[in-house]
């Protein structure tokens, strides 16, 4: 007999700390998909959407680069699920980009003339001092801010 697959998941120790805090993520999540976008511009529906998946991903890294308070076990687990993002995540180990909003945002191919967005140029070296990212609404994730 072969045998039976469950779609049960088996959450590693430590689950329950941050299940409450990812569950409510989540729940915003929803929220902000089902949100009506009457009377915004066509990139500022999915703002929300990209603040969201930001906010989770900043929290698992917190949670297991800084304070060290999750196991590398329940960190994986949560990479593999999809509750963080895994290239997001290994752009802010990376010096210069600790404070990433996106990845469109570091992307040539997305931009007029093959550079970054106007998100990623420090405050000091702005022409205008107060701008937002046309991609996900940031309001500047250069590090040297």
Not at 10 to 15: A, L, Q, S, T
Not at 61 to 66: G, V
Request: aromatic share 8%; with cysteine.
């Amino acid at each position: 007999m072969p045998k039976v697959k469950t779609n049960r998941v088996k959450y590693p120790e430590g689950w329950e700390l941050i299940e409450p805090t990812l569950r409510e993520l989540q729940a915003k999540m929803r929220e902000a998909e089902n949100d009506p976008h009457d009377g915004k511009r066509k990139c500022e529906t999915l703002w929300p959407i990209f603040k969201i998946a930001h906010q989770k991903s900043r929290y698992i890294f917190d949670l297991y680069h800084r304070r060290k308070e999750i196991s590398k076990e329940l960190y994986e687990f949560c990479l593999d699920q999809g509750y963080a993002d895994r290239n997001l995540i290994a752009k802010w180990k990376k010096p210069g980009y600790e404070r990433l909003c996106c990845l469109r945002c570091m992307q040539p191919r997305d931009h007029n003339f093959a550079t970054t967005c106007v998100c990623r140029v420090p405050k000091h070296l702005r022409e205008e001092k107060v701008i937002e990212c046309v991609h996900c609404g940031c309001g500047g994730c250069a590090s040297g801010d």
